[in-house]
């Protein structure tokens, strides 16, 4: 089986601007979680979508969204980019409760 | 409140020296979920375990082995004969209520040298 993907790997945006991030989980599961990493929170939930809805929120602001399509692929988006949105932004693809990771995207917000 | 506490930063090791990787948790939730992760250089986490709240049974699998005392809320992680590929930062996380979100711990990053 395929593992998670994620595109793209890197990004460049500036300060106002908007992203989208994709997220194809392993075929066959549903459920696709989001978190943020950084060296100063270091791990930290953004949302989680099963089956095209949203189940769960961590505590972002509305800048940050996120949607599933039907295959189960999932976008995330951040609007009007601040400069401590740097991250790396993983994807995980759930089965059960164990939790598959994606390589990330490392968006750098300058 | 959900939380996972790793109080090591930094371990260095040398090659084939055992190391112990500490993770407290807390969490009022009977049912959980205690996982550990790891994060080369790479940056992509890979699964290494996951265990519920109701298996104490403690697991070794090759190098790794795995304790979890629910007396002292801990499940800490060894490696024996450390290699340098083990080199990583090594992640705890809990997964507790109904849902799928992972509380994490800030992480240990473990240097390996030859």
């Known amino acids: 089986k395929a593992g998670v993907t994620q595109t793209p790997r890197y990004l460049i945006k500036t300060r106002g601007q908007q992203v989208t991030l994709s997220c194809s989980p392993i075929?066959?599961?549903?459920?696709v979680s989001w978190y943020q990493q950084t060296p100063g929170q270091g791990l930290q939930f953004l949302f989680e979508?099963?089956?095209?809805?949203?189940?769960n929120k961590g505590n972002f602001p509305g800048r940050f969204s996120g949607r599933q399509f039907s295959n189960s692929r999932s976008e995330m988006n951040v609007s009007t980019l601040e400069l401590g949105d740097s991250a790396l932004y993983l994807c995980?693809?759930?089965?059960?409760?164990?939790?598959?990771f994606g390589p990330g995207t490392r968006l750098t917000v300058t | 409140a959900q939380k996972v506490t790793q109080a090591q930063t930094e371990i260095s090791v040398v090659e084939k020296e055992d190391v112990t990787l500490d993770c407290v948790y807390e969490?009022?939730?009977?049912?959980?979920?205690l996982f550990w992760y790891k994060q080369p250089p790479s940056g992509e986490l890979v699964f290494l375990i996951r265990?519920?709240?109701?298996d104490e049974q403690n697991e070794i699998s090759g190098r790794y082995s795995w304790n979890f005392q629910k007396s002292t809320s801990s499940f800490n992680f060894t490696i024996t004969a450390s290699q340098v590929v083990d080199s990583a930062v090594y992640f705890c996380?809990?997964?507790?209520?109904?849902?799928?979100?992972?509380?994490w711990g800030l992480g240990t990053s473990l240097a390996v040298n030859p």
């Open positions: 996380a809990l997964n507790a209520g109904n849902n799928r979100k992972l509380i």
């Open positions: 265990r519920n709240s109701f």
């Open positions: 075929s066959g599961h549903r459920s």
């Open positions: 995980a693809s759930t089965q059960g409760s164990e939790q598959y």
């Open positions: 979508y099963f089956s095209e809805t949203q189940r």
């Open positions: 969490t009022r939730d009977t049912t959980y979920y």
